[in-house]
């Protein structure tokens, strides 16, 4: 009896390792691939402006080696060309993935070397991550990618670990605003008579819509036409 009891007392706590691991890896995958919840709990609204001057920009905390965010990217980068409005991309690293801190450091690299490069190696990235598989192949893949652009690639891209400590900085950030997967992605206003700031949890669905909203809520109220000029004396 005794000996059938404690058998029954490992099954049970098998069990219950089991569903504890399972929960365990469900929250994971919601942080690496993008599950969406009810929305993201913003505690600080400090990152969800738009640049000085801008009445509309997309805000988006992401991980190169996210796939999710890979999914989400073409989307992103069509709708940023359409409306011509400021793209903020920040990074919000993603625990255990393998290449993605270089890749960051990498892009913020390529942003000091030339207008836009920066941008436009994280696109590269998010479209062949696939073929991405360890640090020598994203190490290959900069290297091909700055000799297809006549640059030539240093040993240390980050020496002094000024860009590391910037892509720390942006996750630190998204932590504080309440970002807990990835891509996490927000349409922000200046002025706006409408919300602050939307987030977008289905960009293929909702991120033209939303956009669309988001300008109409902006437009400065036009002056009257027939207002009185002042009377000179």
């Known amino acids: 009896m005794l000996l059938k009891a404690h058998a029954v007392l490992a099954r049970t706590s098998r069990k219950f390792l089991f569903l504890a691991l399972a929960a365990l890896f469900a929250s994971t995958v919601h942080a690496q691939y993008g599950g969406q919840g009810p929305g993201t709990q913003v505690r600080d609204t400090s990152a969800l402006h738009p640049p000085a001057g801008a009445r509309v920009a997309i805000v988006e905390f992401s991980d190169l080696e996210c796939p999710a965010c890979a999914l989400a990217n073409p989307t992103l980068l069509e709708a940023a060309a359409k409306y011509k409005i400021p793209w903020v991309r920040r990074d919000f690293l993603i625990p255990n993935h393998i290449w993605s801190p270089v890749a960051a450091v990498n892009a913020r690299w ?104 988001a300008l109409a809520d902006t437009v400065a109220s036009a002056k009257p036409s027939n207002a009185k000029k002042p009377t000179k004396k």
């Open 110 to 213: 390529f942003d000091a070397q030339r207008k836009g490069l920066g941008d436009e190696y994280r696109n590269e990235v998010f479209a062949n991550q696939s073929s991405i598989y360890s640090l020598l192949a994203l190490r290959q893949f900069t290297e091909k990618f700055a000799k297809d652009h006549n640059i030539a690639l240093p040993f240390a891209l980050d020496p002094q670990g000024k860009l590391n400590a910037a892509v720390q900085a942006d996750s630190d950030l998204g932590r504080r605003t309440g970002v807990d997967h990835t891509p996490t992605i927000w349409i922000v206003t200046a002025n706006s008579k409408g919300a602050p700031f939307i987030e977008v949890q289905h960009p293929d669905q909702q991120l033209f819509t939303t956009i669309d909203q």
